[in-house]
């Protein structure tokens, strides 16, 4: 399993002092969406002059322009980016066609997917490199997603599973079990008062 921070804020300042923090915890630095429409494609460029070292994932949420928007990901240094998964099969197809064009990978977000396993098997089949089971912000009051990615990864492997959206120390012990390639963490170590403790304890769960 690698371990992705999502780092989705709305200045720069306190972003990287929190991935300065945490570089030596965490496999993918994640430009988040929050952080992409404050500062644009430049903030993808500046983590990965920041972190050569780190695979950096840029959270497009591509809904349309699904080759477009691929390519320019790369261009500003990333080496992962997403896709919606409820986005037309063009722009998917699109998506996809940009990260085997630019020997990049492509994650697609679930986010408000309904019929997740006929979805997911259809994205792979195309090669989609990862189907990201998310529980989005504004539902993780009232619902939780999460143990879709063990029924997802009995279809497709758990090698071309992530997950993300809420996720905290209890819910990594069961990701444990599951293994997924990719699992995405946020505000449980952003928002902490210690970041570096937050993201031993993410890790202390997933891996000890």
Known sequence: MKLQIALDFDN???????????????????????????????????????????????????MDGGHFFGCMANDFGAEIF???????????????????ERGIQVLVDMCSVINYEERAVKLRSWGADYICIHTPTDLQSSVSFHKNVGKIAKIIGAKHCA??????????????????EIVIVGSYITYS????????????????
Do not use: W
């Open 82 to 100: 997403t896709v919606l998964g409820v986005a037309s099969d063009e722009t998917v197809k699109g998506a996809i066609k940009a990260a085997k």
């Open 163 to 180: 997950v993300a959206g809420g996720i905290d120390p209890e819910r990594c012990k069961y990701l444990r079990d599951i293994q997924p």
């Open 193 to 208: 008062k210690d970041p570096v403790q937050a993201v031993k304890e993410i890790r202390g769960a997933l891996y000890d």
């Open 12 to 62: 720069m300042e306190k972003c990287l002092k929190v991935s300065d923090a945490v570089r030596d915890y965490v496999d993918i630095m994640e430009c988040g969406t929050d952080t992409l429409v404050r500062y644009g494609m430049e903030a993808v460029k500046t983590l990965k002059t920041r972190y050569p070292e780190k695979t950096i994932l840029c959270d497009q949420k591509i």
